[in-house]
């Protein structure tokens, strides 16, 4: 059984330019959340993704952007790079069904805004 | 507010325990739980606290108290692979599923 993967590992961007990030999440899971964790902090939410919507977002602009595909599977979009956006990006799964409630994380992807 | 605060950075010796506040000014959540974070991983699941009181599996506790606002990770026979940051995170279900996390400790494990 697959865990959740993401895509990539490693990314150096140049300020300025669009980054697309991926997902796959855990076999069963339903629901994808995307995280920005700065150094040494706790994870932020961007936004939760479930059955193809937003269906919650935290404090993020919107150069921040998502997307849900049938299978589950999940990008994270961020347009117009600010050095800022430098971060570890983690995405989680999870199930509506609440006997398991916990989140699995995928790997991460380190962008790094140069 | 839904701030949940956790001390920042903590050192303990390896083969004693350790015990690591979770404090929080939330309420009407369904369940807290605690992570597991080595540097430049993806957090893991260490526990869940619904109902208040202690949780035990092997050498970690997770102990809850929704009257008092607080939760704690009770870490024993501390090993040098212990050494990373632990998350506390409050969740909330219903229409939603959303975690709140705090910022996590550092534990630091000494010989």
């Known amino acids: 059984d697959a865990g959740v993967t993401q895509s990539p590992t490693h990314l150096i961007k140049t300020r300025g330019q669009q980054v697309t990030l991926r997902c796959s999440p855990k076999?069963?899971?339903?629901?994808v959340s995307w995280y920005q964790q700065a150094l040494g902090q706790g994870p932020q939410f961007i936004f939760q993704?479930?059955?193809?919507?937003?269906?919650q977002r935290g404090n993020f602009p919107d150069r921040f952007s998502g997307h849900q595909f049938p299978n589950y599977s999940s990008e994270l979009n961020v347009n117009a790079l600010l050095l800022g956006d430098s971060a570890l990006y983690l995405c989680?799964?999870?199930?509506?069904?609440?006997?398991?409630?916990?989140?699995?994380f995928g790997q991460g992807t380190r962008l790094t805004v140069v | 507010g839904q701030n949940i605060d956790q001390p920042t950075e903590m050192t303990a010796t390896e083969g004693a325990i350790v015990q690591i506040n979770c404090t929080y000014q939330?309420?009407?959540?369904?369940?807290l739980f605690w992570y597991q974070q080595h540097a430049g991983e993806a957090p893991t699941f260490l526990s869940y606290n619904v109902l208040d009181g202690l949780e035990e599996k092997g050498r970690f506790s997770s102990f809850l108290s929704r009257s008092k606002g607080y939760s704690y990770l009770l870490l024993k026979e501390l090993q040098m692979k212990d050494s990373a940051s632990y998350l506390c995170?409050?969740?909330?279900?219903?229409?939603?599923?959303?975690?709140?996390w705090g910022a996590g400790t550092k534990l630091i494990i000494k010989p």
């Open positions: 939330t309420s009407g959540f369904n369940g």
């Open positions: 076999s069963g899971h339903d629901t």
């Open positions: 993704y479930y059955e193809e919507e937003e269906r």
């Open positions: 989680a799964s999870s199930t509506t069904e609440l006997a398991r409630p916990e989140a699995f």
């Open positions: 995170a409050v969740v909330f279900f219903g229409s939603n599923y959303q975690l709140i």
